[in-house]
């Protein structure tokens, strides 16, 4: 995440998921961030509604963990 910009960005050069391969191939074949931002997000989107008892997640930014932390806060538990 961008401090300056609170814009959560993600850098195609750390994605080692041999999975991608099956992402939409506009995401591939043209290389936008948008798609390919968006293609990771619901990967990590079925992995996070997949907990049975609840699921933990773990971020090593600040920035970040401190954004993602207030997204969780304001939905109610269930």
Do not use: W
Not at 4 to 18: G, L, N
Not at 28 to 46: C, H, M, P, R
């Amino acid at each position: 995440m961008d401090s300056r910009t609170k814009e959560v960005f993600f850098d195609k050069s750390h994605y080692f998921d041999r999975g991608g391969m099956k992402m939409p191939t506009r995401a591939k074949d043209t290389g936008e961030k948008a798609d390919f931002l968006s293609f990771v997000q619901n990967i990590y989107t079925v992995l996070l509604t997949r907990g049975i008892n609840g699921t933990y997640l773990y971020v090593c930014d600040p920035t970040l963990r401190d954004y993602i932390g207030a997204l969780f806060a304001k939905r109610p538990m269930a």
